[in-house]
């Protein structure tokens, strides 16, 4: 019996994904980035910007599992915007179990990223106005610091968003007459 050896995976559409849309998506897995790093901070000890008791919370096993969990996924979810624009997004890999080797159907990665896209922009808005609220459990620089790195959250939905839509576009033209 030989030995099985899959085929590449090959895109359904010959249309590339426009590039401002591969500069978005890898823009969106990075702006995650520096709140991730962030809590990883906290969950090795370092206050980072908060006062001693405000950082007492943050010092339970549950508080560090919690952190370093919410990093990896956000961090893992944000990634998968960059599906949207390789040809993973539009046929899975052929090493994932029972379903690998599958055409991806367009609205079942367009509707759930512009759901996330909503979902993402009306949680992380708020952040815009950061400083107007005070944070008596952080120190002054803590409060400008962590308001910095959480700042960029801002554009993970609205990047989200325009990369799901130009993939919807991309991967439901019909024809030549639709590509203008």
Not at 83 to 88: D, E
């Amino acid at each position: 019996m030989e030995p099985r050896n899959p085929a590449p995976c090959t895109p359904t559409t010959t249309l590339p994904a426009p590039r401002w849309a591969v500069r978005s998506a890898h823009l969106a897995a990075l702006v995650v980035l520096p709140t991730g790093l962030w809590r990883i901070a906290l969950v090795l000890g370092f206050p980072a910007g908060y006062t001693a008791d405000g950082f007492a919370g943050f010092e339970t096993p549950g508080a560090k599992v919690w952190m370093l969990f919410l990093s990896v996924a956000t961090e893992l979810l944000a990634l998968l915007t960059i599906g949207l624009v390789r040809p993973w997004g539009e046929v899975l890999p052929r090493w994932i179990p029972r379903i690998g080797g599958r055409t991806v159907r367009p609205l079942a990665a367009t509707v759930p990223a512009l759901v996330g896209a909503v979902c993402l922009t009306a949680l992380w808005t708020p952040m815009a106005w950061w400083w107007t609220f005070p944070h008596a459990d952080m120190t002054h620089t803590g409060h400008i610091l962590v308001g910095l790195l959480y700042q960029p959250l801002i554009l993970w939905g609205p990047l989200l968003g325009a990369v799901a839509v130009a993939y919807h576009r991309r991967r439901t033209v019909r024809g030549p007459a639709h590509q203008a």
